[in-house]
Protein backbone atom coordinates (compact mmCIF):
# COMPACT_ATOMS: atom_id res chain seq x y z
CA UNK A 1 0.00 0.00 0.00
CA UNK A 2 1.36 3.49 -1.10
CA UNK A 3 1.95 6.63 1.02
CA UNK A 4 -1.01 8.31 -0.41
CA UNK A 5 -3.31 5.24 0.02
CA UNK A 6 -2.02 4.96 3.99
CA UNK A 7 -2.94 8.52 4.48
CA UNK A 8 -6.52 8.37 2.67
CA UNK A 9 -7.03 5.25 5.24
CA UNK A 10 -6.20 6.89 7.76
CA UNK A 11 -8.04 9.67 7.28
CA UNK A 12 -11.42 8.15 6.67
CA UNK A 13 -11.05 6.85 9.96
CA UNK A 14 -10.47 9.49 12.23
CA UNK A 15 -13.55 10.95 10.22
CA UNK A 16 -15.76 8.22 10.82
CA UNK A 17 -14.04 8.28 14.53
CA UNK A 18 -15.46 11.96 15.15
CA UNK A 19 -18.57 10.97 13.29
CA UNK A 20 -19.74 8.50 15.20
CA UNK A 21 -18.44 10.14 18.55
CA UNK A 22 -21.10 12.91 18.06
CA UNK A 23 -24.30 12.17 19.92
CA UNK A 24 -27.85 13.28 19.15
CA UNK A 25 -29.87 14.16 22.57
CA UNK A 26 -32.21 12.05 22.99
CA UNK A 27 -35.89 12.34 25.88
CA UNK A 28 -37.30 9.61 25.87
CA UNK A 29 -36.52 7.64 29.29
CA UNK A 30 -37.32 4.49 30.70
CA UNK A 31 -37.93 3.91 34.92
CA UNK A 32 -39.59 1.53 36.81
CA UNK A 33 -38.80 -0.54 40.56
CA UNK A 34 -37.54 -3.62 40.99
CA UNK A 35 -40.02 -5.56 43.52
CA UNK A 36 -39.83 -9.04 45.12
CA UNK A 37 -42.66 -11.09 45.09
CA UNK A 38 -44.61 -9.36 47.91
CA UNK A 39 -44.21 -6.12 46.28
CA UNK A 40 -41.27 -4.56 48.17
CA UNK A 41 -38.58 -2.71 46.63
CA UNK A 42 -35.56 -4.76 45.97
CA UNK A 43 -32.53 -2.20 47.19
CA UNK A 44 -29.16 -1.87 45.25
CA UNK A 45 -30.63 -3.97 42.60
CA UNK A 46 -28.72 -4.39 39.12
CA UNK A 47 -30.61 -3.15 35.94
CA UNK A 48 -29.29 -3.49 32.23
CA UNK A 49 -31.10 -2.11 29.97
CA UNK A 50 -29.55 -3.49 25.84
CA UNK A 51 -30.88 -1.61 22.61
CA UNK A 52 -31.46 -5.18 20.57
CA UNK A 53 -30.85 -3.29 17.45
CA UNK A 54 -27.10 -1.86 18.53
CA UNK A 55 -26.22 -4.23 21.34
CA UNK A 56 -25.47 -0.73 23.23
CA UNK A 57 -25.78 -1.33 26.88
CA UNK A 58 -26.17 1.14 29.87
CA UNK A 59 -26.36 -0.51 33.63
CA UNK A 60 -27.54 1.23 37.27
CA UNK A 61 -28.24 -0.02 40.33
CA UNK A 62 -31.27 0.64 42.10
CA UNK A 63 -31.89 2.90 45.03
CA UNK A 64 -32.78 1.42 48.64
CA UNK A 65 -36.32 1.51 47.43
CA UNK A 66 -35.97 -0.01 44.05
CA UNK A 67 -36.21 2.90 42.03
CA UNK A 68 -34.25 2.77 38.72
CA UNK A 69 -33.75 5.09 36.01
CA UNK A 70 -32.38 5.42 32.56
CA UNK A 71 -32.95 8.82 30.57
CA UNK A 72 -32.34 9.98 26.79
CA UNK A 73 -32.63 6.67 25.04
CA UNK A 74 -33.22 6.62 21.37
CA UNK A 75 -36.70 5.32 20.04
CA UNK A 76 -36.18 1.37 19.64
CA UNK A 77 -36.53 -1.75 21.16
CA UNK A 78 -34.95 -3.01 24.61
CA UNK A 79 -34.68 -5.64 26.54
CA UNK A 80 -34.00 -4.71 30.36
CA UNK A 81 -32.60 -7.49 32.95
CA UNK A 82 -32.66 -7.10 36.76
CA UNK A 83 -30.84 -9.20 38.89
CA UNK A 84 -30.38 -9.07 42.26
CA UNK A 85 -28.71 -11.48 45.22
CA UNK A 86 -31.20 -14.10 46.00
CA UNK A 87 -33.40 -13.76 43.02
CA UNK A 88 -33.91 -15.57 39.62
CA UNK A 89 -32.79 -13.12 36.94
CA UNK A 90 -35.58 -11.35 35.38
CA UNK A 91 -35.73 -9.70 31.37
CA UNK A 92 -38.31 -7.90 30.16
CA UNK A 93 -38.98 -6.41 26.40
CA UNK A 94 -40.42 -3.32 25.59
CA UNK A 95 -40.15 -0.88 22.98
CA UNK A 96 -39.67 2.93 23.31
CA UNK A 97 -40.96 5.52 21.02
CA UNK A 98 -39.52 9.05 20.43
CA UNK A 99 -40.17 11.51 23.54
CA UNK A 100 -41.74 8.56 25.36
CA UNK A 101 -41.36 8.05 29.40
CA UNK A 102 -42.21 4.49 29.88
CA UNK A 103 -42.72 3.03 33.46
CA UNK A 104 -41.56 -0.60 33.14
CA UNK A 105 -41.83 -2.21 36.45
CA UNK A 106 -39.88 -5.53 37.12
CA UNK A 107 -40.67 -8.62 39.66
CA UNK A 108 -38.05 -10.98 40.50
CA UNK A 109 -38.83 -14.16 41.75
CA UNK A 110 -37.24 -15.53 44.40
CA UNK A 111 -34.13 -18.48 43.46
CA UNK A 112 -33.81 -21.85 44.58
CA UNK A 113 -29.92 -23.37 46.21
CA UNK A 114 -29.77 -26.21 43.50
CA UNK A 115 -31.50 -23.37 40.30
CA UNK A 116 -31.22 -20.14 38.59
CA UNK A 117 -33.89 -19.83 36.46
CA UNK A 118 -34.42 -16.62 33.94
CA UNK A 119 -37.85 -15.62 33.85
CA UNK A 120 -39.07 -12.98 30.68
CA UNK A 121 -41.52 -11.10 31.21
CA UNK A 122 -43.78 -8.21 29.23
CA UNK A 123 -43.96 -4.46 29.80
CA UNK A 124 -47.36 -3.49 31.28
CA UNK A 125 -50.22 -2.17 28.63
CA UNK A 126 -50.90 0.80 29.94
CA UNK A 127 -47.85 3.31 31.01
CA UNK A 128 -48.87 5.32 34.35
CA UNK A 129 -45.57 7.76 33.94
CA UNK A 130 -47.14 9.52 30.46
CA UNK A 131 -49.55 11.86 30.43
CA UNK A 132 -49.18 13.23 27.15
CA UNK A 133 -51.90 12.56 24.44
CA UNK A 134 -49.66 11.92 21.34
CA UNK A 135 -49.02 9.84 18.40
CA UNK A 136 -46.12 7.82 16.70
CA UNK A 137 -45.60 7.09 13.26
CA UNK A 138 -42.81 4.49 12.65
CA UNK A 139 -40.81 4.07 9.21
CA UNK A 140 -43.32 1.04 8.23
CA UNK A 141 -46.00 3.54 8.61
CA UNK A 142 -44.72 5.90 6.57
CA UNK A 143 -44.18 3.62 3.68
CA UNK A 144 -47.14 2.59 3.70
CA UNK A 145 -49.16 6.26 4.01
CA UNK A 146 -49.55 8.04 1.19
CA UNK A 147 -47.06 11.28 1.53
CA UNK A 148 -47.50 14.19 -0.35
CA UNK A 149 -44.05 15.66 -1.44
CA UNK A 150 -42.44 13.14 0.27
CA UNK A 151 -42.58 15.39 3.09
CA UNK A 152 -43.21 14.30 6.67
CA UNK A 153 -44.53 16.78 7.90
CA UNK A 154 -47.87 16.46 5.79
CA UNK A 155 -48.47 13.49 8.36
CA UNK A 156 -48.77 16.20 11.13
CA UNK A 157 -52.81 16.91 11.05
CA UNK A 158 -53.40 13.03 11.85
CA UNK A 159 -52.74 13.42 15.51
CA UNK A 160 -55.61 13.41 17.51
CA UNK A 161 -56.46 17.13 18.61
CA UNK A 162 -54.53 19.00 15.58
CA UNK A 163 -56.51 20.60 13.03
CA UNK A 164 -55.24 22.10 9.77
CA UNK A 165 -54.79 21.11 6.18
CA UNK A 166 -50.79 20.55 6.79
CA UNK A 167 -48.03 21.26 4.56
CA UNK A 168 -48.64 24.70 2.56
CA UNK A 169 -46.76 25.86 -0.83
CA UNK A 170 -47.21 29.22 0.45
CA UNK A 171 -47.04 31.70 3.10
CA UNK A 172 -43.32 31.91 3.49
CA UNK A 173 -40.90 33.19 0.68
CA UNK A 174 -39.28 29.98 0.72
CA UNK A 175 -41.98 27.50 1.18
CA UNK A 176 -42.67 24.58 -0.97
CA UNK A 177 -44.76 21.33 -0.61
CA UNK A 178 -41.26 18.92 -0.65
CA UNK A 179 -38.36 18.69 1.33
CA UNK A 180 -35.83 20.72 -0.59
CA UNK A 181 -37.48 24.01 0.57
CA UNK A 182 -35.28 26.71 2.98
CA UNK A 183 -38.89 27.02 4.86
CA UNK A 184 -41.55 25.01 5.80
CA UNK A 185 -45.37 26.81 6.07
CA UNK A 186 -47.91 23.97 8.22
CA UNK A 187 -51.29 25.06 8.49
CA UNK A 188 -51.77 22.93 11.52
CA UNK A 189 -52.53 24.16 15.56
CA UNK A 190 -53.61 22.32 18.60
CA UNK A 191 -54.67 23.72 21.85
CA UNK A 192 -57.05 26.32 20.22
CA UNK A 193 -53.58 28.10 19.44
CA UNK A 194 -52.03 29.32 15.94
CA UNK A 195 -50.05 27.22 14.00
CA UNK A 196 -47.38 30.45 15.21
CA UNK A 197 -46.94 28.48 18.56
CA UNK A 198 -45.70 25.10 16.58
CA UNK A 199 -42.44 23.75 17.28
CA UNK A 200 -40.47 21.21 15.44
CA UNK A 201 -37.84 19.16 16.67
CA UNK A 202 -35.17 16.91 14.66
CA UNK A 203 -32.81 14.36 16.64
CA UNK A 204 -33.09 16.94 19.66
CA UNK A 205 -32.09 20.03 18.09
CA UNK A 206 -34.75 22.54 17.61
CA UNK A 207 -35.61 23.53 13.81
CA UNK A 208 -38.34 25.95 14.08
CA UNK A 209 -37.51 29.17 12.61
CA UNK A 210 -36.18 32.22 14.69
CA UNK A 211 -37.73 34.95 12.72
CA UNK A 212 -41.16 33.27 11.52
CA UNK A 213 -43.03 31.70 14.65
CA UNK A 214 -43.91 28.36 13.37
CA UNK A 215 -42.26 27.89 10.27
CA UNK A 216 -39.28 25.26 10.08
CA UNK A 217 -36.25 25.09 8.75
CA UNK A 218 -35.85 21.66 8.19
CA UNK A 219 -37.19 18.78 6.84
CA UNK A 220 -35.52 15.45 6.34
CA UNK A 221 -36.03 12.43 3.83
CA UNK A 222 -38.70 10.06 5.36
CA UNK A 223 -36.18 7.12 4.33
CA UNK A 224 -34.12 8.66 6.59
CA UNK A 225 -36.34 8.99 9.68
CA UNK A 226 -36.70 6.05 12.21
CA UNK A 227 -40.24 7.87 13.40
CA UNK A 228 -42.66 11.14 14.01
CA UNK A 229 -44.09 12.06 17.52
CA UNK A 230 -46.64 14.87 17.56
CA UNK A 231 -47.41 15.66 21.05
CA UNK A 232 -50.23 18.27 22.02
CA UNK A 233 -50.47 18.37 25.85
CA UNK A 234 -47.98 18.32 28.78
CA UNK A 235 -45.11 19.04 27.19
CA UNK A 236 -41.71 18.46 29.03
CA UNK A 237 -39.83 21.45 30.08
CA UNK A 238 -37.19 21.16 26.54
CA UNK A 239 -40.50 22.08 24.77
CA UNK A 240 -41.49 25.10 26.72
CA UNK A 241 -41.65 27.04 23.24
CA UNK A 242 -44.26 25.44 21.76
CA UNK A 243 -48.07 25.81 23.17
CA UNK A 244 -49.97 24.12 20.15
CA UNK A 245 -48.15 21.14 18.85
CA UNK A 246 -44.48 19.42 19.23
CA UNK A 247 -43.69 17.91 16.08
CA UNK A 248 -40.40 15.28 16.97
CA UNK A 249 -38.50 13.60 14.39
CA UNK A 250 -35.88 11.03 14.93
CA UNK A 251 -33.63 9.72 12.14
CA UNK A 252 -32.52 6.34 11.58
CA UNK A 253 -28.94 5.19 12.72
CA UNK A 254 -26.67 2.19 11.78
CA UNK A 255 -27.17 -1.11 13.28
CA UNK A 256 -25.59 -4.34 14.16
CA UNK A 257 -27.08 -5.32 10.82
CA UNK A 258 -26.21 -4.08 7.39
CA UNK A 259 -29.63 -1.95 6.07
CA UNK A 260 -30.48 0.26 3.29
CA UNK A 261 -32.94 1.03 0.19
CA UNK A 262 -32.79 2.87 -2.96
CA UNK A 263 -35.86 4.42 -4.68
CA UNK A 264 -37.13 7.02 -7.78
CA UNK A 265 -40.09 8.13 -7.70
CA UNK A 266 -40.85 9.56 -11.28
CA UNK A 267 -43.98 11.12 -12.69
CA UNK A 268 -44.02 13.16 -16.15
CA UNK A 269 -47.47 14.59 -18.14
CA UNK A 270 -48.13 11.39 -19.38
CA UNK A 271 -48.87 9.28 -16.21
CA UNK A 272 -51.70 11.80 -15.52
CA UNK A 273 -55.08 11.26 -16.26
CA UNK A 274 -57.12 13.71 -18.03
CA UNK A 275 -59.78 15.20 -17.00
CA UNK A 276 -63.27 17.21 -18.18
CA UNK A 277 -61.77 20.45 -18.35
CA UNK A 278 -57.95 19.15 -19.39
CA UNK A 279 -57.18 16.43 -21.40
CA UNK A 280 -53.26 16.85 -22.18
CA UNK A 281 -50.42 18.83 -19.76
CA UNK A 282 -47.79 20.82 -20.56
CA UNK A 283 -44.71 18.36 -20.36
CA UNK A 284 -43.28 18.03 -16.94
CA UNK A 285 -41.07 15.32 -15.51
CA UNK A 286 -40.21 14.74 -11.46
CA UNK A 287 -37.64 12.13 -10.71
CA UNK A 288 -37.34 12.10 -6.41
CA UNK A 289 -34.48 9.94 -6.07
CA UNK A 290 -33.80 8.55 -2.64
CA UNK A 291 -31.20 5.63 -1.30
CA UNK A 292 -29.54 5.28 1.85
CA UNK A 293 -27.08 2.39 3.69
CA UNK A 294 -26.57 2.00 7.29
CA UNK A 295 -24.55 -0.44 9.29
CA UNK A 296 -21.43 -1.58 11.97
CA UNK A 297 -18.22 -0.14 10.81
CA UNK A 298 -16.39 -2.42 13.55
CA UNK A 299 -19.36 -5.44 14.12
CA UNK A 300 -20.24 -5.70 17.56
CA UNK A 301 -18.35 -2.63 19.22
CA UNK A 302 -20.90 -0.42 19.27
CA UNK A 303 -19.22 1.56 16.26
CA UNK A 304 -22.10 2.29 13.64
CA UNK A 305 -22.61 4.56 10.52
CA UNK A 306 -25.81 6.27 8.84
CA UNK A 307 -25.36 7.35 5.27
CA UNK A 308 -28.57 8.95 3.01
CA UNK A 309 -29.15 11.01 -0.09
CA UNK A 310 -32.27 12.30 -1.80
CA UNK A 311 -31.35 14.48 -5.04
CA UNK A 312 -33.93 15.94 -6.88
CA UNK A 313 -34.47 16.55 -10.98
CA UNK A 314 -37.19 18.12 -12.26
CA UNK A 315 -38.93 20.70 -14.99
CA UNK A 316 -41.83 21.67 -15.69
CA UNK A 317 -42.86 23.73 -19.46
CA UNK A 318 -45.02 26.78 -18.57
CA UNK A 319 -46.10 29.47 -21.51
CA UNK A 320 -45.64 33.26 -20.31
CA UNK A 321 -47.10 36.19 -22.21
CA UNK A 322 -44.97 38.85 -22.52
CA UNK A 323 -43.68 41.97 -24.69
CA UNK A 324 -40.34 42.39 -26.53
CA UNK A 325 -38.79 44.77 -28.59
CA UNK A 326 -39.34 43.92 -32.53
CA UNK A 327 -36.43 43.24 -34.57
CA UNK A 328 -37.39 46.28 -37.03
CA UNK A 329 -36.93 48.68 -34.08
CA UNK A 330 -33.59 46.82 -32.88
CA UNK A 331 -32.18 47.13 -36.59
CA UNK A 332 -33.05 50.86 -36.60
CA UNK A 333 -31.42 51.81 -33.29
CA UNK A 334 -28.45 49.93 -34.09
CA UNK A 335 -28.01 51.76 -37.15
CA UNK A 336 -28.84 55.07 -35.95
CA UNK A 337 -27.58 54.61 -32.19
CA UNK A 338 -24.81 52.07 -32.33
CA UNK A 339 -22.71 52.83 -29.27
CA UNK A 340 -25.71 53.33 -26.76
CA UNK A 341 -26.44 51.80 -23.58
CA UNK A 342 -29.49 51.03 -25.16
CA UNK A 343 -28.92 49.80 -27.99
CA UNK A 344 -25.92 47.20 -26.34
CA UNK A 345 -28.97 45.85 -24.09
CA UNK A 346 -31.26 45.36 -27.37
CA UNK A 347 -28.12 43.47 -29.09
CA UNK A 348 -27.09 41.71 -25.67
CA UNK A 349 -30.40 40.30 -24.82
CA UNK A 350 -32.62 39.53 -27.19
CA UNK A 351 -36.05 37.27 -26.31
CA UNK A 352 -35.63 33.89 -26.50
CA UNK A 353 -38.29 31.16 -27.51
CA UNK A 354 -40.79 34.51 -27.42
CA UNK A 355 -43.13 34.10 -30.62
CA UNK A 356 -44.78 37.16 -31.36
CA UNK A 357 -48.43 37.46 -31.74
CA UNK A 358 -49.02 40.68 -33.06
CA UNK A 359 -48.29 44.34 -32.37
CA UNK A 360 -48.27 46.07 -28.88
CA UNK A 361 -47.31 49.51 -30.04
CA UNK A 362 -45.58 51.08 -33.42
CA UNK A 363 -43.60 54.21 -33.33
CA UNK A 364 -46.38 56.38 -33.56
CA UNK A 365 -48.12 55.22 -30.67
CA UNK A 366 -44.46 54.86 -28.34
CA UNK A 367 -43.13 58.06 -29.41
CA UNK A 368 -45.91 60.35 -30.37
CA UNK A 369 -47.35 60.84 -33.95
CA UNK A 370 -45.79 64.24 -34.27
CA UNK A 371 -42.22 63.18 -32.85
CA UNK A 372 -41.48 60.09 -35.57
CA UNK A 373 -41.27 60.30 -40.00
CA UNK A 374 -39.95 63.12 -41.87
CA UNK A 375 -41.69 65.67 -40.24
CA UNK A 376 -40.08 64.95 -36.62
CA UNK A 377 -38.54 67.34 -34.46
CA UNK A 378 -35.24 65.15 -33.58
CA UNK A 379 -33.65 64.87 -36.65
CA UNK A 380 -33.00 61.04 -35.95
CA UNK A 381 -36.44 60.00 -35.17
CA UNK A 382 -36.58 61.68 -38.52
CA UNK A 383 -35.79 58.58 -40.13
CA UNK A 384 -37.98 56.60 -38.13
CA UNK A 385 -41.09 55.45 -39.65
CA UNK A 386 -44.31 56.11 -37.83
CA UNK A 387 -45.69 52.75 -38.65
CA UNK A 388 -42.34 50.88 -37.72
CA UNK A 389 -43.19 48.14 -34.90
CA UNK A 390 -41.71 48.96 -31.37
CA UNK A 391 -43.28 46.56 -28.83
CA UNK A 392 -44.36 43.24 -30.04
CA UNK A 393 -47.04 40.99 -27.93
CA UNK A 394 -46.24 37.57 -27.67
CA UNK A 395 -45.47 34.53 -25.84
CA UNK A 396 -42.65 32.77 -24.57
CA UNK A 397 -42.70 29.27 -23.89
CA UNK A 398 -40.08 28.44 -20.40
CA UNK A 399 -38.72 25.44 -18.62
CA UNK A 400 -38.56 25.64 -14.95
CA UNK A 401 -35.89 23.43 -13.70
CA UNK A 402 -36.29 22.81 -9.93
CA UNK A 403 -33.55 20.78 -8.92
CA UNK A 404 -32.33 19.86 -5.24
CA UNK A 405 -30.08 17.50 -2.68
CA UNK A 406 -30.39 16.45 0.67
CA UNK A 407 -27.89 14.01 2.50
CA UNK A 408 -28.07 12.63 5.49
CA UNK A 409 -24.83 11.77 7.67
CA UNK A 410 -24.59 9.58 10.91
CA UNK A 411 -25.19 11.20 14.05
CA UNK A 412 -24.72 8.64 16.67
Known sequence: MNRVAVLALRSGLLCAFFVVSLRAQFSASIEGVVQDPSSAGVANASVTVTNTATSVKQTTNADNQGNYRFVSLAPGSYSITATASGFT???????LTTGLNLNVPISLQLASQATTVEVTGTAPVMDTAETRNQ????SSEVAALPLSGRNMVNLVTLAPGVTGRGLSSYGSPGSAADNFATEQQVDASANGRSSNANMYVVDGLDVT?????????????????????TAVNTFSVEYGRGSSLVYTMTTRSGTDQFHGLASDY????????????????????????????????????QFFFFFGIEPLRSSAAAVNTTTFEDPQFAAWADQYFPNTLGTKLLSSYKPTGAISTGVAKTAAAYFGATNCGPGAAIVTLATLPCNTPVVDSGVQNLTNVRNGLQLEYPHR
Do not use: M
Open 89 to 95: KTQVNVT
Open 135 to 138: QTIE
Open 209 to 229: SNIRPGVLNLTPNPDSIQEAT
Open 266 to 301: FTNQHLWAGTEFAHSYLPFHSNNISANIGGPIIPHH
